[in-house]
């Protein structure tokens, strides 16, 4: 069985504020009110959660960039 890649996506809300949300979920991760500070929130709460891939998108909902994060605290790093 594989696994479904790890992603999160910036995109900006009708009240004006940016959310984190995963694909296919009905609520948002994170809320915040920049989108900075809601790229920061998605980058730790993918790193957390084994890294994956940021979708940022810009204010008419077109992906303007797009981040791999890496895993956080992995607990069997590769030897070497």
Not at 33 to 47: E, M, V
Not at 57 to 75: F, L, M, S
């Amino acid at each position: 069985m594989s696994r479904r890649a790890n992603s999160r996506d910036v995109v900006r809300r009708e009240d004006g504020n940016w959310e984190v949300t995963r694909p296919g979920a009905s609520r948002a991760s994170a809320v915040a009110p920049t989108q900075a500070q809601a790229i920061t929130r998605g980058s730790q709460i993918l790193t957390n959660d084994g890294g994956g891939e940021l979708r940022i998108h810009n204010t008419d909902g077109q992906i303007r960039d797009q981040r791999t994060i890496a895993p956080g605290n992995d607990p069997y790093p590769p030897k070497g």
